[in-house]
């Protein structure tokens, strides 16, 4: 069983003090098999941005509650087996959150297709292909010959082959 670890601060890196409430959502049976767990509530004290009193949590689904600077969140997670668990991993499982790096790659993939799809319904001379700019990003130049193609890797993330 899982103890909560894990930081909090403001975005300016200033730590805050509050609490975390964790409770089950409802009575289920204990991990092991041997019990029950209810739904009563336990506090989890947050001192100068760190987790201080954490209990062991018996996995399985819980509700967090995260009260700092006056404001309430709440998340309906899935507490892991193992000897502790980070916060930002239950609280994850709710939130949608695409790194800028990802989403940058996406956009410029995005832009290249769209390039592409404009250049072939365009009706030209077929000629063009897709090339990489000095900064890596992928472009379709309808004046030029040769250059690559897009194409999948095994995950299913495009990717420009052939420049």
Do not use: C
């Amino acid at each position: 069983m899982p103890v909560l670890t894990g930081s909090i601060t403001d975005v300016g890196g200033r730590p805050a003090a509050g609490r975390l409430q964790v409770r089950a959502p409802m009575v289920r049976q204990k991990s092991n098999g041997t019990g029950l767990v209810d739904e009563r509530q336990f506090d989890i004290h947050i001192i100068n941005g760190a987790i201080t009193n954490s209990p062991t949590i018996e996995p399985g689904p819980a509700s967090l509650t995260l009260s700092t600077g006056g404001r309430l969140r709440k998340w309906d997670v899935v507490v892991p087996e193992g000897s502790a668990v980070d916060l930002w991993d239950l609280i994850e499982q709710q939130v949608d959150y695409d790194p800028p790096v990802v989403s940058k790659v996406f956009e410029y993939v995005q832009r290249a297709e769209a390039a592409a799809d404009r250049a072939e319904q365009g009706g030209g001379t077929g000629g063009g292909g897709i090339f990489l700019d000095a900064d890596g990003v992928p472009y379709f130049d309808t004046t030029a010959t040769g250059g690559g193609s897009i194409a999948l890797d095994a995950d299913g993330v495009p990717y420009v082959t052939g420049v």
